[in-house]
């Protein structure tokens, strides 16, 4: 996913470099050091494409595991910024995912009933009341 484009392929083929990468990890009981060095080179991979890594369902142990190889969060940096995430489970992790790619989108809109201001997943819900009262306006 973060290679480089080859050109002799047609743009149409061409995955485009992904902005978040949720991994679930809720039936892993345990890694062993080689499995721990495969997601040490996927962290630094994400960090040098500006993505970020989501990890569900990882247990203490596991993160405790992952921290001794350097796989942690930045404690210093504010955690909408990290580059590396852990959550509790997967519809968490997705749900975060959304809303962040949805905030990245930059929209913001201020409708003729007067709610601005909306981001997220609150703008996407504010899209479809509007769009359901704009249809019972238009009825009366």
Known sequence: ??????????????????????????????????????????????????????????????????????VKPESSVDRKKRQLRFFSNLDTAIGKAEDMLLDDAGIEEQSDFGYTGAKGFALALWHIDDQVCRCIVSSL
Do not use: W, Y
């Not at 039936?27 to 500006?50: C, E, P, Q, R, Y």
């Open 1 to 70: 996913m973060f290679e480089d484009p080859d050109p002799a392929l047609d743009e149409v083929f061409v995955v485009p470099i992904p902005k978040i990468i949720v991994l679930d990890l809720t039936l892993v009981t345990g890694i062993d050091t080689s499995a721990v060095d495969v997601f040490s080179d996927i962290f630094s991979m994400v960090g040098k494409h500006n993505c970020k890594l989501f990890l569900s369902g990882v247990s203490n142990n596991l993160r405790q595991v992952m921290a001794m190889a350097g």
